[in-house]
């Protein structure tokens, strides 16, 4: 079974600080793909990045940076400099890359960037 | 607008009656999901489509839940004898071969 953990539940910033997001996820599989979705207040998850199994290098795309490490099975997320538009909730995700398509979303963190 | 178009955005019902879902996915795209997502949880895959074959369902989709995608184009997504634990927003999602799923703004259900 597959599993992504999600510990930080709401985690609250002052704008342009430095935030991490973390996420734990559980596979048997050895092909796999992780995501990070976004979803503002309007609802609308939006995609932020997908990472399969095989690409352990780190991205960085402006302010947002993430860090895929397989020997802790952790793929988290870091916003540099945040901003009150960063203000969202956040999910990791997983998909097993043998056959099945569906996605196994963690519980998400609430992100606050106060002004 | 070329996202994934779900209507109606909000719908409310009493209990036990019936209601249908629309999707439109992006039009190029021939893999369409359906997720559910109650309130401070993650979604939860409902169901799957590639084209028009429904090529996998969760234990989540009870018989009351029905999915269709009739021309591998749109989908419905019809719950039948409508329970308050249905009351969920309902999101549908596209994506082509192993790209990512991209998601519309979701259905919003509200079973009095």
């Known amino acids: 079974a597959q599993k992504v953990t999600q510990a930080q539940t709401e985690i609250s910033v002052v704008e342009k600080e430095d935030v991490t997001l973390d996420c734990v996820y559980e596979?048997?599989?050895?092909?796999?793909?992780l995501f990070w979705y976004k979803q503002p207040p309007s609802g609308e998850l939006v995609f932020l990045i997908r990472r399969n199994s095989f690409d352990e290098q780190n991205e960085i795309s402006g302010r947002y940076s993430w860090n895929f490490q397989k020997s802790t099975s952790s793929f988290n997320f870091t916003i540099t400099a945040s901003q009150v538009v960063d203000s969202a909730v956040y999910f990791c995700?997983?998909?097993?890359?043998?056959?099945?398509?569906?996605?196994?979303f963690g519980k998400g963190t609430k992100l606050s960037v106060i002004p | 607008d070329t996202g994934v178009s779900q209507n109606p955005r909000h719908k409310i019902t009493k209990r036990g009656q019936n209601v249908t879902f629309r999707c439109d996915p992006i039009s190029e795209h021939n893999r369409l999901y359906w997720y559910r997502q109650t309130l401070g949880q993650g979604p939860e895959f409902l169901t799957y489509f590639q084209n028009e074959a429904q090529l996998e369902k969760s234990r989540l989709l009870s018989d009351r839940f029905s999915a269709e995608r009739p021309k591998g184009s749109f989908s419905t997504l019809e719950i039948q004898r409508t329970e308050q634990g249905d009351s969920a927003m309902y999101l549908c999602?596209?994506?082509?071969?192993?790209?990512?799923?991209?998601f519309g703004q979701g259905t919003r259900l509200t079973v009095v």
């Open positions: 999602a596209s994506g082509y071969m192993n790209t990512e799923a991209f």
């Open positions: 995700a997983l998909r097993s890359g043998a056959g099945s398509y569906q996605l196994t």
């Open positions: 596979t048997r599989d050895t092909t796999y793909y």
